[in-house]
């Protein structure tokens, strides 16, 4: 028994070593940015107990910022990095703080990157990590510098493109060997890990999972709502026409789902009745969740606010450590291994 649990171990490491040596972890599990939640506790105990915890800029000042990444450093001298948003106003000034306090990788995320801003963040001694939802893009984004890439399925909590996990992982992950890439979206087990690892990937990027651990700053209303959840319950925002975009977003159905879709159909009757220019109209619907995530992870307004979770909120069955939850993927991942050897899974 010692021999075979030391062979899983062994292929394990062996599996994720590009993803540890790129991230500087024990383990190539990354903390998925979930803005609210991401924040200094969860993301050092991350890093603590072995993974690579990512803070969640969000829409965060760069004072902000500073005063995050700097509560974080005091929690945990272990590696962490810090997602940013491309379209924020302050983009350049962001990441002039993470350079500044020696933030060693940065995740750009919500839009493509400027080759500037790559290059400003390598220049600056940082690692730039990338998120793509096509193999072209991933490519692209190689050319311009990107260090790393992480691909994220449909089956993720919050923003979400078009294609599923598994779907992402056989188009990109046999055809870009140059950079590590990281598999993110509907990740709640180590099976999982150990399967895309086979496929290629250098780790994999989990967000739901950690929500419910206790070191978890979420609202217990927030995560009573997760852990009684099941993956159907993890739904799409609905767009009413396609005259009025909606940016898809993956969270918990609720009552401020159903009010959604009737705000939609309001504003766009008051639209057709001339009360309302198109314009006006658009920022209505785009308005309607302001604010709605941070009621429901810091208030607790899990009816109306925004719970946003990725359809693997299923596997969420209790209120856990995060070095428990990262014990158990890891174990789970080795026992893959076990039973499947070092072989890399032919696409």
């Avoid at 766009?268 to 308005?287: F, N, T």
Wanted: aromatic share 6%.
């Amino acid at each position: 028994m010692g021999g075979q649990l030391k062979n899983g171990t062994d292929c394990l490491a062996s599996a994720w070593k590009r993803g540890c040596d790129f991230l500087g972890t024990k383990y190539a599990i990354l903390g998925g940015a979930m803005s609210w939640v991401s924040e200094r506790n969860l993301v050092a105990a991350i890093s603590n107990a072995g993974g690579f915890g990512v803070i969640a800029c969000g829409a965060m000042t760069p004072e902000l910022l500073d005063a995050e990444i700097r509560g974080t450093q005091a929690l945990t001298g272990k590696p962490f990095g810090v997602n940013l948003i491309t379209m924020h106003p302050d983009l350049d000034k962001l990441v002039d703080v993470c350079l500044a306090l020696n933030v060693g990788h940065v995740v750009l995320a919500g839009g493509i990157p400027a080759k500037e801003t790559i290059e400003k963040i390598r220049n600056g001694g940082a690692k730039v990590v990338c998120f793509t939802p096509t193999l072209a893009l991933g490519k692209k984004l190689i050319r311009s510098g990107a260090d790393a890439l992480v691909i994220e399925g449909m089956e993720a909590g919050g923003h979400i493109g078009p294609v599923s996990t598994s779907v992402l992982a056989q188009e990109i992950l046999p055809n870009i060997e140059d950079v590590p890439v990281f598999v993110a979206g509907g990740i709640g087990r180590g099976e999982a890990i150990a399967t895309y690892l086979r496929m290629g990937a250098a780790g994999c990027q989990l967000g739901t999972r950690f929500v419910c651990s206790f070191e978890s700053i979420a609202h217990p209303a927030f995560k009573k709502a997760f852990i009684r959840a099941n993956a159907r319950d993890a739904v799409t925002t609905v767009q009413v026409d396609p005259m009025f975009p909606v940016i898809p977003v993956r969270a918990l159905d609720n009552a401020g789902g159903q009010k959604f879709i009737e705000t939609q159909h309001q504003v766009i009757a008051q639209y057709k009745a001339g009360e309302m220019d198109l314009d006006a109209a658009r920022l209505a619907i785009e308005h309607f969740w302001a604010g709605a995530l941070r009621r429901a992870v810091i208030e607790g307004d899990v009816e109306f606010g925004s719970v946003m979770a990725g359809q693997s909120v299923g596997m969420v069955k209790k209120e856990q450590s995060i070095a428990e939850i990262m014990e158990e993927l890891v174990a789970q991942a080795q026992s893959s291994f076990e039973n499947h050897g070092d072989q890399r899974d032919s696409l």
